[in-house]
């Protein structure tokens, strides 16, 4: 049984019975070819098995590091950028509330993130800020060689070893890298750093379930026993239930490609739920990075409704007609707060005394959803009862394999990222980089003056 439901009725409209059948098909043909491992960049399929073959001793060793981390750090810094942090990130930002009573808040370890940009002002404040604090580093980077977590690393671990001395770091370090390649496994050797090993047929993006994911997720405080015990749970049914049975993956990879044949090139992923910010992140670069190729894919943008129907509402509404939306529905939320009575109804609100809020908000999600059906947009519903780590481990593990199988529906290799080196080499020309000096010369000679 899985926690995770799918609706198709804000579809249907769109979709007819027979063409969703026709994209079932090959989303089962799709599902067969990653099952059997044998389409596009198959050797890195290896996210696949990850939940089911994940022994309890290598669960022990990360909550161990994380325990660590716990006993001396206020602060652990994640490094890293693209799927080496957004996984952890969009677990722990949607399982930390943002405020919290000061009896029930737990002593837990607050993760500040680096590494995923080279704004200036950004690193200069928080390493000021880590001056006089107790901090330990994650640096996540599987090539081991990208540069911006490259940077903030330099930058951290000069400060520690300023603050604690070089002997004295070797356990406020955690390096979660390739098994022997790359700069950082080098660094973290002559250091004496320990190390999380990503696997080789595991891609950035698909790394949540490894230590990638599971150690900042652990040292922030949640059950990375029970993330992983739900994307068992979802590989399971993934694995053994045919598209036609029902598979909850096609039937999302047929929903969506089946709207991408009829013009909807954009698919808004919808929360209504601030906390899930960072989920709708790490949903963009999975499928943006795994689809956008040889001029195809969907385009992933994202909104937080109720906030954003009062700024892009309007255009989902009414502008280009290019839009589907997936709706993430929570049906009970953790706490909930009661309207009540007020004597003079000054602000006109009476109507809703003795209503939850949460009443109020699945008002405003119905209703949204039947305005923008109306106005052409279908919108997938995903439903989940409630969000903790069981189901994010199997909301994150369905979303990697109905990628997986939308990939091969569209016809691209969904593992590679080949587009990305483009924006690197030109960096590393105008910066100087040996080996780059004829690139810089050739890309300059096409740009006139600002
Ligand atoms: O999904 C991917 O492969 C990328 O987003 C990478 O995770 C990102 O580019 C960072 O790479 P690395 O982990 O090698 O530093």
Redesign the pocket.
């Known amino acids: 049984m899985s926690n995770l439901k799918i609706s198709d009725r804000f579809v249907k409209p769109f979709l007819p019975q027979n063409h969703l059948e026709t994209e079932l098909e090959r989303a089962e043909t799709a599902r067969q070819t990653v099952l059997n491992r044998t389409g596009l960049g198959k050797e890195f399929l290896g996210w696949v098995t990850l939940p089911s073959q994940m022994n309890s001793e290598d669960l022990q060793t990360i909550r161990k590091a994380a325990e660590t981390i716990q006993s001396h750090s206020q602060y652990l810094v994640v490094v ?5 942090y957004l996984g952890a990130r969009a677990v722990i930002e949607a399982l930390t509330p943002e405020f919290s009573h000061p009896e029930t808040q737990k002593k837990t370890v607050k993760i500040l993130y680096a590494g995923h940009h080279l704004d200036a002002d950004y690193h200069f404040r928080l390493l000021a800020f880590l001056e006089n604090k107790e901090f330990s580093v994650n640096v ?7 540069t911006e ?1 490259a940077i903030a690393f330099r930058l951290l671990l000069s400060l520690l070893e300023r603050k604690y001395g070089k002997e004295n770091i070797k356990n406020r370090v955690f390096a979660t890298t390739d098994k022997s390649k790359g700069a950082l496994k080098h660094l973290a050797d002559e250091y004496g750093f320990p190390t999380f090993v ?1 696997p080789d047929d595991v ?5 949540v379930f490894t230590p990638v994911g599971l150690l900042p997720i652990a040292a922030a405080g949640f059950s990375i026993n029970k993330l992983i015990d739900g994307a068992k749970q979802m590989e399971s049914n993934l694995k053994s239930t045919s598209s036609k049975e029902g598979n909850l993956a096609s039937l999302y990879a047929a929903m969506r490609n089946g709207l991408y044949g009829l013009g909807k090139t954009t698919e808004i992923f919808v929360s209504y739920q601030p906390t899930l910010n960072y989920l709708a992140e790490w949903w963009k ?1 999975l499928f943006g ?1 795994s689809e956008g190729k040889n001029a195809k894919g969907i385009f992933p943008a994202s909104v937080q409704f109720t906030t954003d129907l009062h700024s892009m509402g309007q255009y989902i509404q009414d502008g280009e007609r290019k839009i589907m939306e997936t709706v993430i529905k929570i049906e009970t939320p953790k706490q909930d707060v009661y309207l009540t009575e007020k004597t003079d109804d000054n602000d006109g609100l009476n109507y809703l005394a003795g209503k939850k809020l949460s009443e109020v908000n699945q008002s405003a999600i119905l209703g949204t959803l039947i305005a923008h059906k109306d106005g052409g947009v279908p919108c997938i519903e995903i439903i989940l009862p409630t969000i903790n780590e069981e189901v994010l481990g199997e909301l994150m593990y369905f979303y990697e394999f109905a990628c997986a199988i939308s990939g091969y529906m569209l016809g691209v290799n969904p593992f590679d ?1 080949p587009g ?1 080196e483009d924006y690197k080499n030109n960096m590393f020309a105008l910066l100087g980089k040996k080996g780059y000096e004829k690139r810089k010369e050739e890309i300059l000679s096409h740009i006139g003056p600002t």
């Open positions: 890293g950028i693209g799927g080496s996540i980077s599987k090539s081991g060689t990208t977590p990503i891609g950035g993006r698909y790394s670069q990075e990222q990305v």
